[in-house]
């Protein structure tokens, strides 16, 4: 069974940088099987917004909306994968997930969420 | 980019009543919707794919309906523990997802 688990800090200051891991159990993100790992927001009490994915291929995809502050990459050895979003404002703050999609199927295995909040 | 409407945002319904949430795309995406249901404090979990295809592990009472524009979830026979957020999600151009449907269990 695939399981996601998502890292990183908590809390950051406005204008930094949030930066998040995404490691993945019980399946290789890099042989294999191939499949996309994406990034997915939740503001508290509204609703999802796609930030982009990478292929296992090494391919990225971005949402155009945050293109200009979003790097995602993979790390193979470590099995994992990651999410940097630059220049950050309480606009930022909300659970960040990580979820994998099978190529054409929808996103089917989501990290529990990790929440950031950016503030001072 | 492709908006998802959602009705309603919020239904208080009885254990056994039959429950319809629909979704509305901008423009058509054909059979490129998918539902989830995501419980409080809890990741999103897919219930329907590609409209009205069954997810494995997934009750039977729930199922999808739809093409282009308009697509419905129905849960046939509501039971407690389908008390959640239910939204649904496009996988067409730039992924994007509705609003939400909040369902209580009265």
Redesign the interface.
């Known amino acids: 069974q695939v399981q996601l688990q998502g890292s990183g800090p908590g809390l950051v200051k406005p204008s930094q940088t949030l930066s998040l891991t995404c490691t993945v159990s019980g399946g290789s993100i890099s042989g294999g099987s191939y499949y996309y790992w994406n990034w997915i927001r939740q503001p508290a009490g509204?609703?999802?917004?796609?930030i982009g994915r990478i292929y296992t291929t090494g391919s990225i995809n971005y949402?155009?909306s945050l293109k200009s502050r979003v790097t995602i990459s993979m790390d193979t050895s470590k099995n994992e994968f990651s999410l940097k979003l630059s220049s950050v404002t309480a606009a930022d703050t909300a659970v960040y997930?990580c979820?994998r999609e099978p190529p054409n199927?929808?996103?089917?295995y989501?990290?529990?969420?990790t929440l950031v909040t950016v503030s001072s | 980019e492709i908006v998802l409407t959602q009705s309603p945002d919020f239904q208080s319904v009885t254990p056994k009543e039959k429950v319809t949430i629909t979704c509305r795309a901008s423009q058509s995406i054909g059979t490129s919707l998918?539902w989830y249901q995501q419980k409080p404090d809890?990741?999103?979990?897919?219930l329907i794919?590609?409209t009205s295809q069954s997810v494995s592990g997934v009750p039977s009472r729930f199922t999808g309906s739809g093409f282009g524009t308009d697509f419905t979830l129905t849960i046939s026979s509501l039971e407690a523990d389908d008390a959640a957020t239910y939204?649904c999600?496009q996988?067409t151009t730039?992924?994007?997802?509705?609003?939400?449907t909040k369902l209580e269990i009265k």
């Open positions: 509204k609703g999802l917004e796609w949402n155009p997930y979820a199927d929808p996103l089917d989501w990290g529990q969420g | 998918h809890q990741s999103p979990k897919l794919k590609y939204f999600h996988s730039l992924y994007t997802f509705g609003q939400g």
